[in-house]
C-alpha cells in the first residue's frame, strides 16, 4: 500500500492553505493562534467539501460542516473580542513583548501552527478522502458518536463564551463564577478539547492503516497539552488579579480547573510541554 492511498494527493493544498490563513500572525504574533486558527479550520473545512462534494455522504459532511462551524464560531467570537478596548489594551501588551522576536522563531512558529491545525482537521479529511476511493461508510455508529461529542464540544465552549462575556458586561473586575463557570473553571478550554476529541472519534472508522491514525492523535494530543497551558497561563493571571479576594480563594478551592467532578483544583505545578 502506498502513501497515495493512505493520504489525499491534495494534501499539500491543505497544506499551502492553512499556511496563507495562519500568516495573519505576521501582522500580530497573537494571531498565528487566534485568528489564523479559527479561519484556517472553517477555510480546510470548505476546501473539503468542494474537492470531494460528490462523494461524500450525510456523515461526512455533517464532520465537515462541524468543522465548519466551529471555526466560523471562534472567528467571530475572537473578532468581536477586538473591539473590546480592555481587550485592546492586553493585545498591544502581547504585542510589546514580542517585539524583540526574530523573524526565524517566527517563521517557526508559522510553520508549526500550519502543520498543527492540518493533523487537527485530518481526521475530517480521511473521511472525505476514504469516500472519494469508494470505500463504503464502516461502523457509522461510532462516526454518530464521535459527530455528537463534536456538536457537545461546540455547544459548550460557545455557551461559556458567551456567559462570560455577558457577566464582565455588568461586573468588569470580578471573577465569573456564573453558569458553567460553577462547575469547572475553564469550560471554554474544556470544549475546545472535547470538540477535538469528538472529531478524531468520527475518524477513526475511516482508516484502514495506522499510518492514518498519525496526524490526527498527534494534533489531538497537542490541542489538549496547549489548552492545558492556556489554562495554567490563566490561573496564574487571575492569581495576580484576584488572589486577595477570600471569594476567589474560596472559589478555586472547589471549583475543579480543567476537568468537572475531578478534584484537580490546579494545574500550576504539573509540566505541560506545549505552553
Given amino acids: 500500500m502506498n502513501l497515495s492511498s493512505l493520504f489525499p494527493t491534495e494534501w499539500p493544498w491543505f497544506f499551502a492553505l492553512t499556511l496563507a490563513i495562519s500568516a495573519t500572525g505576521f501582522i500580530r504574533l497573537v494571531y498565528f493562534v487566534s ?23 450525510p456523515l461526512a459532511w455533517a464532520h465537515l460542516g462541524l468543522l465548519a462551524l466551529y471555526g466560523v464560531r471562534l472567528g467571530t467570537f475572537l473578532v468581536s473580542r477586538e473591539r473590546s478596548p480592555s ?6 501588551e502581547v504585542q510589546r513583548r514580542n517585539r524583540k522576536m526574530s523573524i526565524f ?19 475530517g479529511l480521511l473521511r ?8 463504503a461508510e464502516p461502523l457509522p455508529w461510532l462516526t454518530i458518536l464521535g459527530l455528537a461529542v463534536m456538536a457537545g464540544g461546540l455547544g459548550l465552549e460557545g455557551l ?19 453558569g458553567l463557570f460553577r462547575l469547572v473553571r475553564c469550560p471554554n478550554y474544556l470544549g475546545e478539547i472535547t ?8 475518524g477513526i472508522s475511516a482508516w484502514n492503516h495506522p499510518l492514518q491514525a498519525v496526524p490526527g492523535i498527534l494534533g ?11 489554562t495554567k497561563r490563566l490561573e496564574t493571571k487571575q492569581d495576580a488579579r484576584y488572589g486577595s479576594d477570600p471569594e476567589y480563594q474560596a472559589y478555586v478551592k472547589k471549583v475543579p480547573v480543567l476537568f468537572p467532578f475531578l478534584p484537580i ?11
Avoid at 517557526?108 to 482537521?121: D, E, R
Avoid at 472525505?128 to 470505500?135: I, S, T
Avoid at 462575556?165 to 456564573?178: G, I, L, N, Q, V
Avoid at 470538540?195 to 468520527?202: D, F, M, R, V, Y
Fill in 128 to 135: 472525505a478522502h476514504a469516500l472519494a476511493q469508494g470505500r
Fill in 160 to 178: 461559556a463564551d458567551f456567559q462570560k462575556s455577558r457577566f464582565k458586561k455588568t461586573a468588569p473586575k470580578r471573577f465569573c463564577d456564573r
Fill in 35 to 57: 485568528i489564523g486558527y479559527a479561519f484556517s479550520i472553517t477555510a480546510l473545512a470548505v476546501l473539503a467539501g468542494a474537492l470531494f462534494y460528490r462523494q461524500l455522504g
Fill in 265 to 275: 483544583y490546579s494545574l500550576k505545578n504539573i509540566k505541560v510541554y506545549l505552553e
Fill in 220 to 230: 489531538t494530543i497537542c490541542i489538549v497539552l496547549i489548552m492545558m497551558g492556556s
Fill in 195 to 202: 470538540i477535538w476529541s469528538g472529531s478524531l472519534l468520527a
Fill in 87 to 92: 481587550y485592546q489594551t492586553e493585545l498591544d
Fill in 105 to 123: 522563531t517566527r517563521f517557526g512558529i508559522w510553520i508549526s501552527v500550519a502543520l498543527l491545525y492540518l493533523c487537527m482537521f485530518s481526521p
